[in-house]
């Protein structure tokens, strides 16, 4: 009687680590809890923009959609946008910095509601991570802008 020799190449090896990878990473994310919708918290989050020309700034409305250009992840809808004098700054013949506003350009105070997951030092939508501080190019409607988390607040649980 003949024994069978079961054969196992290189590939057969690639394929099996492969499967194990693929069941590790899905049972990662679905224990994690990091694909559940119950993890969403509604979140108010604020955008400054220091210097926009005003023809893009008198575009943006309440209702418009919010996306970080960057990382093409949609944030949310704006809820408020507030226009005042551009913040930008010249050095004087003194050679000190001094506030001045151009007449063809606004600051701009986006609000935006989006729907984020809490983490240690922020919000995170999609695969993206917001603090304080962070810096982006938006996309409000029909801009594009640049500016920085200006606020978060979470409104709901």
């Known amino acids: 009687m003949e024994k069978k020799r079961l054969k196992?190449?290189?590939?057969?090896?690639?394929?099996?680590?492969?499967?194990?990878?693929?069941?590790?990473v899905v049972g990662i994310k679905f224990f994690s809890g990091e694909g559940s919708a119950e993890a969403m918290v509604q979140y108010r989050i604020s955008f400054f923009c220091e210097d926009v020309?005003?023809?893009a700034a008198e575009l943006i409305k309440e209702g418009d959609s919010v996306t970080d250009d960057d990382k093409k992840e949609e944030l949310g809808v704006v809820?408020?946008?507030?226009?005042?004098?551009?913040?930008?700054?010249?050095?004087?013949?003194?050679?000190?910095?001094?506030?001045?506003?151009?007449?063809?350009?606004?600051?701009?105070?986006?609000?935006?509601?989006?729907?984020a997951k809490e983490f240690q030092h922020g919000i995170a939508v999609g695969s993206a991570r917001y603090g304080v501080g962070h810096s982006l190019t938006l996309r409000v409607g029909k801009t594009k802008i640049f500016g920085r988390v200006s606020g978060l607040e979470k409104i709901s649980e």
């Open 8 to 24: 196992f190449n290189p590939v057969d090896a690639v394929i099996v680590l492969v499967i194990a990878i693929a069941i590790g």
């Open 53 to 55: 020309p005003t023809y």
């Open 79 to 115: 809820e408020r946008v507030s226009l005042g004098p551009s913040k930008t700054y010249a050095t004087t013949a003194d050679g000190e910095m001094k506030l001045a506003p151009k007449e063809d350009a606004n600051s701009v105070e986006v609000v935006a509601l989006v729907q």
